[in-house]
């Protein structure tokens, strides 16, 4: 099939590749010629595993192709998808004047008819308007789906080619069948294509993505009372994830949720309630224990300290809001490493890929090691923020030997407590037992 891709972010860029490997000719478009220029050159702006090996061969083979005129490629795509950013504004609505602007784009280009794809996340009813910008600038028919994303960072290419299942909404009997068809070579397992009204379709992807939340929030308390009552969230966790209703997954405790997804849907999902008269309280709980749980382990070092961390050298491993990618928006490191800088501390820290996208947000405030270790040296503490593999089996006596005080900070539970308290470490975890490095400070 021919497709057109207009947005060439996190979401454009994998759909169309991930598009054109299984056969198709895709075009992707975008406004920013520097950035198109780049992708021709087999470059890739975002760091996400195994995507740029795909662009280069795809690109190799001619069957992606990049481009800033967006006229072209709708004249020769059949399928249109939508996949520009819809950021959130003030109230937590998603501003979707991008969403609007391509949609009218694409009817004024269109010479006849095409099925029009909204890839990117947009709250209920957003078809509709699409379907009212469009007819506002076309005589030609056309059909508008929406077929939201399920792509994990750092898995997204997987994610893409092996999906849990395919989201599909459309009142149209043709535009259905063939949009099965696109997405049939992804589904050869038996994995399901869901076809199903667009609003349904558009609340699908919210209620997945705040459902998780949820989860997180959930056990982030639960790993909060566990601490206080003496009891070991792994061992809970165990225990109410091998209920077959509930499962094992998004049941690990930490320093709370991040990426461009689940803060922005949840709040996006709590905007579209309250557009309805509705009170999404669960909603509401998510975002506040979410909120609070991101400092936790600022909270934890402060206590240590005694409130008195002026001029004291902590050692952060781990900016990214997840491992496997270069993403920080709303990643947990922001508002820890901001609120020690608020008390004087002097951070120094590593990431194996989000050195670059650190320095936009914190400059010079921090240093930044070019390795692992390095961040230890004269540490006063070790503050473990993403879960990076690395991080799982360091060389607990080099880190010892660095740093001027072995205090660690855990907030992936990644090391047994008991472990390294034999190894001299004073280690705090999120809801495990095991020695407090507050009961032991001083000692």
Not at 367 to 392: H, M, P, V
């Amino acid at each position: 099939m021919k497709i057109a891709v207009v947005g060439t972010g996190y979401v454009g860029l994998v759909a169309g590749t991930c598009f054109a490997e299984s056969g198709n000719d895709v075009t992707c478009v975008d406004v920013d010629q520097a950035k198109i220029e780049l992708l021709r050159a087999g470059k890739v702006p975002i760091y996400e595993p195994g995507l740029e090996e795909l662009i280069k061969r795809n690109v190799e083979e001619e069957r992606l192709k990049f481009t800033t005129n967006l006229g072209e490629a709708v004249k020769r795509s059949l399928i249109c998808f939508i996949c520009v950013g819809t950021p959130p504004k003030a109230d937590g609505a998603p501003d979707l004047k991008y969403v609007l602007g391509a949609a009218a784009d694409i009817a004024k280009a269109m010479d006849g008819y095409r099925i029009v794809v909204m890839k990117s996340t947009v709250p209920v009813g957003t078809a509709d308007k699409i379907r009212g910008v469009m007819k506002a600038a076309t005589d030609h028919e056309f059909d508008v789906v929406s077929n939201p994303e399920f792509l994990k960072e750092g898995a997204a290419v997987e994610d893409f080619l092996k999906p849990d299942r395919v989201v599909i909404g459309a009142g149209d009997v043709r535009c259905a069948a063939i949009m099965k068809e696109l997405y049939s070579p992804f589904v050869r397992t038996g994995n399901p294509i869901l076809t199903m009204d667009n609003r349904s379709a558009e609340l699908t992807k919210y209620a997945a993505n705040a459902l998780l939340a949820a989860r997180i929030s959930f056990m982030n308390e639960v790993a909060n009372l566990a601490e206080l009552v003496g009891a070991d969230v792994n061992d809970v966790r165990q225990g109410v994830g091998s209920d077959a209703r509930i499962g094992h997954s998004f049941l690990f405790p930490g320093v709370g949720y991040g990426g461009s997804c689940f803060p922005k849907d949840v709040d996006a999902l709590g905007h579209t309630a309250k557009e309805h008269g509705y009170d999404f309280k669960i909603l509401t709980a998510t975002n506040a224990v979410n909120r609070e749980q991101k400092r936790i382990l600022f909270k934890k070092a402060h206590d240590y300290f005694k409130g008195d961390l002026k001029g004291r050298k902590i050692a952060v491993w781990g900016l990214a809001f997840k491992p496997r990618t270069d993403d920080m928006r709303e990643a947990p490191s922001i508002d820890t490493v901001s609120a020690l800088l608020e008390h004087g501390a002097r951070v120094r820290a590593f990431d194996p890929i989000a050195r670059d996208t650190a320095r936009k947000i914190f400059g010079d405030r921090i240093e930044y090691a070019k390795k692992q270790y390095d961040a230890l040296e004269g540490a006063e503490a070790l503050l473990i923020i993403t879960e990076w593999n690395e991080f799982r089996r360091p060389d607990f006596e080099r880190m010892k030997a660095l740093m001027a005080r072995p205090v660690i900070f855990d907030g992936r539970n990644l090391y047994d407590p008991k472990r390294t308290a034999a190894l001299g470490f004073e280690y705090s975890g999120i809801g495990v037992r095991g020695p407090s490095p507050s009961e032991t400070a001083g000692k």
